[in-house]
């Protein structure tokens, strides 16, 4: 009997053994479809600007002419109530009077009715404004931004602005860069086999470029002489310097538009084309289209800002006691632009337009210095203050870096051929 019991014993000892391997032995995928209790099932969300929009239509659209808030949410049902509520709660955070022509907007409707949850508003594309028209909530917040660092060379083969399009540099770089070399190299008079290289820092969201951080250092060969751009921090402000450590800053910016042409130079025998007579252009035209952005070209205090038959709608600014500039045939004046108000280099005074005696859009720019007009194109103006004798060794050593990175970037071929119109 005692061996009865210990042969028992063995087998349910071996049985439960068997059990307990078999069932922990069992696949992962066995026991997640089988045994794994439902309700701590794990299951990805759908974000959409942060909102979990698995159960909400979502509708597309841009802003047409003449939009408001109200008239794009009417159709999903919001109320005037409920509109008039949230754009005065949102006043703070975002006019929605300033709800503007060709932005997009989405529209998050539950999917069980029509009336309209969330309205998100995309005022650029780095931000977008959510409106939460249940409780009237509004908040604005931004896109998670992409820094890319990118190294490209090319060969002018028709200008400057087409063949940086054709490498994929957006036109915010090539404005960059040109600044960058303004007081250096004529850009109306380059020439076929020019070369450019760039290193900057990209910004793209959602894979989209939408910017540019900054420009690294850059390299221009103008009739086989070069000109490199190299970064450094002097007196605590980052600026770019030539191979000789002179500053390629100076006071006032090179051109009051962004990278265009000139159409008109400064003459003292010209057929005026509305007058039909012969009489003096003492300014400098440059040929853009109405509603270009005019920038001031250096720091200085408004004097003048208003009509006259000749000059249309213009700006004059007081640079110092030696330089006054003067804008005319705007379209319309920058915000807040009046007699006395203090402008920097680059702020925008103003956007071309035909105002007063012109034939068709562009802006006429006038220089003038100790009192006298001058011909803009032929000033020297000086440059900004070199490197200075404590920071030559330190600035050598970033120059000798610089120059070896920029020489290992290849020059490329545009990817895709693009038609511009040459004139």
């Known amino acids: 009997m005692k061996h009865i019991w210990i042969a028992l014993g063995s087998f349910l000892l071996l049985a439960s053994a068997f059990a307990f391997y078999h069932y922990h032995s069992a696949s992962d995928e066995d026991y997640t479809a089988h045994e794994l209790p439902e309700e701590i099932i794990e299951v990805e969300e759908k974000l959409l600007f942060g909102i979990n929009v698995d159960n909400f239509e979502i509708i597309e659209g841009t802003v047409e002419r003449n939009q408001t808030l109200s008239t794009i949410l009417s159709p999903f049902n919001v109320s005037y109530q409920v509109i008039d509520e949230i754009a005065k709660k949102s006043k703070d955070i975002f006019d929605v009077r300033r709800i503007a022509f060709n932005k997009k907007f989405t529209v998050l409707t539950p999917k069980d009715t029509l009336l309209a949850q969330y309205f998100i508003y995309e005022p650029n594309p780095t931000e977008f404004v959510v409106f939460k028209l249940d409780d009237a909530n509004v908040y604005k ?106 500053s390629l800053k100076k006071a006032f910016l090179r051109d009051p538009l962004k990278f265009t042409r000139i159409s008109s130079r400064y003459n003292l025998n010209r057929f005026h084309p509305v007058q039909k007579r012969y009489k003096p252009h003492l300014g400098t035209d440059y040929a853009a289209p109405t509603g270009t952005e005019i920038r001031s070209v250096g720091d200085g205090t408004v004097v003048e800002a208003g009509y006259s038959s ?114």
């Open 141 to 246: 917040e931004s896109k998670p931004v992409e820094i890319t660092r990118r190294e490209i060379g090319g060969t002018i083969s028709r200008s400057l602005y087409v063949n940086m399009v054709e490498l994929g540099l957006t036109p915010d770089l090539i404005d960059q860069f040109a600044d960058l070399y303004g007081w250096v190299v004529d850009f109306q008079r380059l020439q076929k086999g020019d070369k450019f290289k760039v290193i900057f820092n990209e910004k793209r969201i959602e894979g989209n470029v939408v910017g540019i951080e900054d420009i690294e250092a850059a390299y221009f060969e103008h009739l086989g002489e070069p000109y490199h751009a190299i970064p450094f921090v002097q007196n605590g402000e980052m600026s770019y310097f030539d191979q000789q450590g002179e």
């Open 310 to 423: 000749g000059n249309g709608n213009y700006v004059k600014i007081k640079h110092n006691a030696t330089y006054t500039t003067q804008y005319l045939h705007m379209s319309k004046f920058g915000s807040g632009i009046k007699a006395g108000t203090r402008v920097r280099q680059g702020q925008v005074i103003g956007f071309v337009g035909s105002t007063g005696l012109a034939t068709g859009p562009h802006l006429c720019f006038r220089f003038w210095k100790h009192g006298k007009q001058v011909d803009w194109l032929q000033e020297k103006i000086p440059p900004a203050e070199p490197i200075l004798e404590e920071n030559k060794l330190a600035f050598e050593d970033t120059k000798r870096n610089i120059i070896q990175t920029l020489a290992a970037i290849p020059y490329e071929e545009p990817a895709t051929l693009l038609t511009f119109n040459d004139n």
